[in-house]
C-alpha cells in the first residue's frame, strides 16, 4: 500500500503509526476500529478510500468489513465537511419545541440544504455543514443543536442564526454543557482518543437533568439491590450489599454523589420557583 507523506495530502506516516497505536490499544485490535475512522477524519476530513484501505490492512479484515461500519454510523461521512459540523434536531420533541423552524431558518440564512456545506464569503474565516440530526439525547434542553458533538442548549431561531455567524466569521464559541468549540477535523481527533485539554472545561449535567434524581432521593426512592453472591471482586464489601463499591473507590464516589447532590437541590428550586422557560415564552420560536 502506498503511504501519502506530502502534507495535506493523504494520511502520511505519522497518522499511519497513530492507526497502528489506536489497534495496539485494544486485545481484540478490530475493538479500535471505530476510533481509528475518527483520526481518518480528523485528518482528511471525511472517510476516504485511503483511509478504508489503511484500516482494513492494519486490522486484517476485509474492506468490506471497515466500509460496512463507516456507512453505518452518521457521525462518519463520506464527503467533505465544513470546519463546523451544525446539527438541528428535528426528532418529535425539539420538533414541536422549535426544532423544525430553527432547521428552515437556518437552511434559508446559509443558502444550503441538509448535508450541505456553506461556501466562505469574502470575511469568513470557516464554512459550515449544516445537518438534521435524529434525537441527540437531551431532551429536557429542547430544542437541541450541536456544534461538532457539542451541546447547544434551549436554542431559537435567532440564537441559532447568531451562532452559525460566530462559527463563519471565527469567533470564539463554548458549548452550554462543554468546552469551547474545536473545529471538525480537532474534534475527530478528540474522538479517536487522543486527548485535546478540553475534557475538563464547561459544565457536564445541568438541574433539568437531574430532576428526576432529585425527586427519587426526595421521596425516597431507590432501585432494587441486585445480589451480590456471583460477584468474584474480592474488593467488593459483601457485609452490606447496599454499599458493595470496590475498595478505594468510596471517596470517589462520595464526592461524585456530594456534587450530584449539590446540583439536583438546585434543580429542585428551580423546578418549585416554576422558572423553566417554555418554547411560547422563548418569543422567536415560531
Known amino acids: 500500500m502506498t503511504q501519502t507523506t506530502s502534507s495535506g495530502e493523504g494520511l502520511g506516516e505519522t497518522t499511519y503509526a497513530e492507526l497502528r497505536e489506536i489497534a495496539a490499544r485494544y486485545p481484540e485490535a478490530r475493538s479500535g476500529l471505530l476510533p481509528m475512522l475518527h483520526l481518518v477524519q480528523s485528518v482528511e476530513g471525511r472517510i476516504t478510500p485511503e483511509g478504508i484501505e489503511a484500516c482494513a490492512d492494519i486490522l486484517d479484515i476485509s474492506a468490506a468489513d471497515v466500509s460496512g461500519v463507516a456507512t453505518f454510523y452518521t457521525m462518519y461521512k463520506r464527503k467533505p465537511v465544513g470546519d463546523y459540523h451544525v446539527g438541528v434536531c428535528t426528532n418529535t420533541l425539539c420538533a414541536v419545541m422549535g426544532g423544525d423552524e430553527i432547521f428552515s431558518r437556518l437552511k434559508d440564512h446559509l443558502d444550503v440544504g441538509n448535508d450541505e456545506t456553506t461556501d466562505r464569503r469574502p470575511g469568513d474565516r470557516a464554512s459550515v455543514t449544516l445537518e438534521h440530526l435524529e434525537c441527540n439525547a437531551a431532551c429536557d434542553y429542547a430544542p437541541v443543536m450541536m456544534v461538532n458533538w457539542e451541546f447547544m442548549d434551549n436554542m431559537t431561531p435567532s440564537s441559532a442564526t447568531q451562532l452559525v455567524d460566530d462559527l463563519r466569521a471565527g469567533a470564539e464559541v463554548h458549548s452550554t454543557r462543554g468546552p469551547r468549540v474545536v473545529t471538525w477535523r480537532e474534534a475527530a481527533r478528540g474522538l479517536a482518543g487522543f486527548p485535546d485539554g478540553l475534557a475538563d472545561e464547561g459544565p457536564s449535567a445541568g ?21 451480590r453472591e456471583h460477584h468474584q ?26 456534587s450530584d447532590d449539590s446540583v439536583v437541590e438546585s434543580a429542585m428550586v428551580e423546578e418549585k420557583s416554576g422558572t423553566t422557560t417554555t418554547a411560547a415564552e422563548k418569543g422567536d420560536a415560531s
Open 207 to 227: 438541574p433539568p437533568s437531574l430532576v428526576g434524581l432529585g425527586i427519587a432521593r426526595e421521596r425516597g426512592w431507590t432501585a432494587p439491590v441486585a445480589p
Open 233 to 258: 471482586d474480592p474488593g467488593l464489601d459483601r457485609a452490606d450489599p447496599a454499599r458493595a463499591v470496590p475498595q478505594g473507590r468510596g471517596q470517589e464516589m462520595a464526592a461524585a454523589q456530594e
